[in-house]
């Protein structure tokens, strides 16, 4: 599930322009079906949300171009929207006070905050990640889970982090002494911001444009993948390839009702914990 971060703290971000969205409505039977089709696809320009007072599930994707958006109209209908940056651009405040991530982590959004952290809490690794829209920093529900199962993964010495969108958890793994930290996204302009991410903690965390579906054999010890459900289903095999035996999967961006399809397609490894939080399911798994 990826998050694109403002640019520059300290300082009023540049509000972003107008952008085509192609949105469509659907039940949640059929948005689960259609995003565990497309999801991988779409990687972090797709975005799906539930509401409380409505019972269709909205997905919209962010494809780039008047002519994707019109393909994707003509093929699977919905709506073509130009929306102002007042409407789908939505600044989170900087965070008065840091996140705490057990006793080894703490998630901070300013500069300044990062420099007065680090000289108070020498016990926890800090990571700066600016507030932005969407997410990224730390304050959705499964970015949290994944840090948290981070937090209580380590010691390990490399990590990959899968569909990495702003970097956090790359980053996070960096922080707390990974030496071998790699991360990959599907979107030109998450890799951009991890990689600016990456630059703004000083860490090494070599970052890639890379599809789910290029992933190939690895060895790491642990594999983080921050996604949708569906992408995790298809893409289960090459994901549980790149850990090594007696490694570790963190997974996230589930919701409840899709953890066991899930841990199924990851037959062979063991679930060592299941956690939720605001309707999003995060699983830590054995291989």
């Not at 093929?75 to 900087?94: N, S, Y």
Request: aromatic share 6%; glycine share 12%.
């Amino acid at each position: 599930m990826s998050e694109k971060c403002g640019r520059g703290a300290g300082r009023a971000p540049r509000l972003p322009g107008p952008v085509l969205v192609w949105r469509k409505w659907f039940a949640p039977l059929a948005a689960e079906v259609w995003t565990a089709a497309w999801g991988a696809r779409f990687g972090s320009r797709m975005i799906v949300t539930e509401e409380a007072h409505r019972s269709a599930v909205r997905v919209d994707v962010y494809p780039g171009g008047r002519g994707a958006a019109e393909r994707l109209k003509s093929r699977f209908g919905g709506r073509v929207l130009r929306l102002g940056a007042d409407v789908w651009w939505r600044p989170q405040e900087p965070r008065a006070m840091p996140l705490r991530i057990g006793r080894k982590l703490l998630v901070v959004a300013t500069a300044a905050q990062a420099a007065s952290w680090a000289r108070r809490d020498r016990g926890r690794a800090v990571v700066w990640v600016p507030a932005g829209p969407a997410f990224g920093t730390g304050q959705h529900a499964t970015t949290r889970m994944c840090l948290r199962a981070l937090a209580e993964a380590w010691p390990f010495r490399s990590m990959l982090d899968a569909g990495c969108g702003s970097g956090i958890l790359a980053i996070a793994s960096a922080k707390l002494g990974a030496e071998g930290v790699e991360a990959f996204d599907s979107d030109a302009s998450a890799v951009r911001e991890a990689r600016e991410n990456i630059r703004r903690n000083g860490v090494r965390v070599a970052v890639r444009r890379m599809d789910l579906a290029a992933l190939g054999r690895g060895c790491f010890d642990v594999v983080a993948a921050n996604i949708l459900s569906g992408p995790l289903v298809s893409h289960a095999r090459a994901l549980r390839g790149a850990v090594r035996p007696g490694g570790r999967l963190i997974l996230s961006g589930i919701r409840p009702n899709q953890s066991a399809e899930v841990i199924r397609a990851f037959a062979g490894c063991r679930l060592l914990a299941r956690r939720g939080s605001e309707g999003w399911v995060c699983l830590v798994l054995g291989r």
